[in-house]
């Protein structure tokens, strides 16, 4: 039968495509923008040379979102190849040089050799719409986060006692130091007014806030040098952790509605340990589509929860974590083990057993999330939800 390949290297503006035939040669090599009309051209272009195409892409996602909906719009049968295999596969080929023009060769080359790459299939409105919802609650989070780090660096310059006795994930000290940031300033206001300004402010356990700042306060009476611009600082990065918590908090809940307008939620979240947020990101990793990975063991294997070996000579039984895996995937599974070890007594004997078997607190919970995936796998395949069964876990 003949058949062509066509490799793409993605780029954010320019895309480079090379066609193969079946012995190797070149047939086409075009650089394209990425751009509708451009690519139709190019698309056009490869099927006047054979109408049985197999495209490769080495991105599967953001930039590639275009050229790869046109394909799968069109029928046509697309691969990926991620760009790290790429990578490494351009060493065995002639010449040192990289150019767009190489690694799409590379690319399409590596799509006729090898029969194992994952195939790209259209994702469901649902799944799209949970994956840029989780992907903006983790930049939101990342934010967060950056700036929490900030905030201890500014107030530890000039205030330590009281950086070392608030907790920042909270939301009382926060709304406390977006109006006072200085040791002189607490104890000019005085404890029953801040008691009266932090619950006019809402802040639950005002009281006990209040003398916790009044009490770091007593200990320094020293002004540190840049104190006044450094409590603005402060005050900016209290006020903005404070609105990133609210949109972490909207973001939730539309997460949480997308993700129970899901055929599949019933069964994803009947899982202990898994709810809305977990739940959506496994739909935004996985489109709940199991038909992709084959067999459970794929899908492990690609949550990072299933062990290889690295075994050479005589050293055999060395098993670690891939190298290679979906960090995504790899929290729901793991964070959701975690969780339910605390709320399910089937996952809670499981992990005693394994603990009991000399397994490490992290071994122990990888096997547990190990186990989950083939559980998760067949509720899915099944359309059943989770029912606890003791004896089946103690038995296993």
Same mark, same amino acid.
Request: proline share 3%.
């Given at each position: 039968?003949?058949?062509?390949?066509?490799?793409?290297?993605?780029?954010?503006?320019?895309?480079?495509?090379?066609?193969?035939?079946?012995?190797?040669?070149?047939?086409?090599?075009?650089?394209?923008?990425?751009?509708?009309?451009?690519?139709?051209?190019?698309?056009?272009?490869?099927?006047?040379?054979?109408?049985?195409?197999?495209?490769?892409?080495?991105?599967?996602?953001?930039?590639?979102?275009?050229?790869?909906?046109?394909?799968?719009?069109?029928?046509?049968?697309?691969?990926?190849?991620?760009?790290?295999?790429?990578?490494?596969?351009?060493?065995?080929?002639?010449?040192?040089?990289?150019?767009?023009?190489?690694?799409?060769?590379?690319?399409?080359?590596?799509?006729?050799?090898?029969?194992?790459?994952?195939?790209?299939?259209?994702?469901?409105?649902?799944?799209?719409?949970?994956?840029?919802?989780?992907?903006?609650?983790?930049?939101?989070?990342?934010?967060?986060?950056?700036?929490?780090?900030?905030?201890?660096?500014?107030?530890? +310059?000039?205030?330590?006692?009281?950086? %070392?006795?608030?907790? &920042?994930?909270? *939301?009382? @000290?926060?709304?406390?130091? #977006? $109006?006072?940031?200085?040791?002189?300033?607490?104890?000019?206001?005085?404890?029953?007014?801040?008691?009266?300004?932090?619950?006019?402010?809402?802040?639950?356990?005002?009281?006990?806030?209040?003398?916790?700042?009044?009490?770091?306060?007593?200990?320094?009476?020293?002004?540190?040098?840049?104190?006044?611009?450094?409590?603005?600082?402060?005050?900016?990065?209290?006020?903005?952790?404070?609105?990133?918590?609210?949109?972490?908090?909207?973001?939730?809940?539309?997460?949480?509605?997308?993700?129970?307008?899901?055929?599949?939620?019933?069964?994803?979240?009947?899982?202990?340990?898994?709810?809305?947020?977990?739940?959506?990101?496994?739909?935004?990793?996985?489109?709940?589509?199991? +038909?992709?990975?084959?067999?459970?063991? %794929?899908?492990?294997? &690609?949550?990072? *929860?299933? @062990?290889?070996?690295?075994? #050479? $000579?005589?050293?055999?039984?060395?098993?670690?974590?891939?190298?290679?895996?979906?960090?995504?995937?790899?929290?729901?599974?793991?964070?959701?083990?975690?969780?339910?070890?605390?709320?399910?007594?089937?996952?809670?004997?499981?992990?005693?057993?394994?603990?009991?078997?000399?397994?490490?607190?992290?071994?122990?919970?990888?096997?547990?999330?190990?186990?989950?995936?083939?559980?998760?796998?067949?509720?899915?395949?099944?359309?059943?939800?989770?029912?606890?069964?003791?004896?089946?876990?103690?038995?296993?």
């Amino acid at each position: 039968m003949t058949r062509i390949w066509a490799g793409t290297d993605i780029g954010k503006t320019h895309h480079h495509c090379v066609v193969l035939n079946a012995q190797g040669e070149r047939l086409l090599s075009r650089r394209v923008l990425n751009d509708e009309p451009e690519l139709l051209a190019l698309l056009a272009d490869v099927l006047a040379l054979d109408e049985d195409v197999v495209w490769a892409v080495d991105v599967g996602d953001g930039m590639a979102a275009l050229w790869i909906s046109m394909l799968l719009n069109h029928g046509q049968h697309l691969v990926y190849i991620p760009g790290l295999a790429v990578n490494r596969a351009s060493a065995g080929y002639r010449g040192m040089g990289k150019t767009d023009a190489r690694d799409a060769t590379v690319i399409a080359d590596q799509a006729r050799m090898r029969g194992d790459l994952t195939i790209l299939r259209p994702d469901d409105e649902h799944a799209v719409e949970l994956r840029v919802l989780t992907n903006r609650r983790a930049d939101l989070n990342i934010d967060r986060t950056r700036r929490i780090n900030r905030l201890r660096g500014q107030l530890t +310059s000039i205030f330590p006692a009281l950086e %070392r006795a608030l907790d &920042l994930g909270n *939301v009382g @000290p926060l709304v406390l130091l #977006s $109006g006072y940031q200085t040791p002189a300033a607490l104890r000019r206001i005085g404890r029953r007014r801040l008691e009266t300004w932090l619950r006019n402010r809402k802040v639950r356990s005002f009281e006990a806030l209040a003398e916790t700042a009044l009490e770091a306060a007593a200990r320094q009476h020293t002004a540190v040098p840049g104190e006044k611009i450094t409590a603005q600082v402060i005050h900016t990065l209290a006020t903005e952790v404070m609105s990133l918590n609210d949109q972490i908090t909207e973001i939730d809940k539309l997460i949480a509605d997308r993700f129970r307008d899901h055929e599949l939620a019933e069964v994803i979240a009947s899982m202990p340990g898994i709810g809305p947020l977990l739940g959506a990101e496994f739909l935004a990793a996985t489109a709940g589509d199991m +038909s992709r990975y084959g067999t459970a063991d %794929r899908l492990a294997s &690609l949550a990072g *929860v299933a @062990p290889v070996p690295r075994d #050479s $000579g005589n050293v055999s039984g060395n098993l670690h974590r891939p190298r290679r895996y979906h960090r995504g995937l790899q929290r729901v599974f793991y964070s959701s083990a975690l969780i339910s070890i605390r709320t399910c007594d089937d996952s809670r004997r499981f992990y005693e057993r394994k603990r009991s078997e000399g397994k490490r607190h992290t071994q122990a919970v990888l096997a547990l999330a190990r186990r989950r995936v083939n559980v998760l796998w067949a509720l899915i395949r099944d359309g059943q939800c989770y029912q606890s069964d003791p004896s089946v876990t103690a038995a296993a």
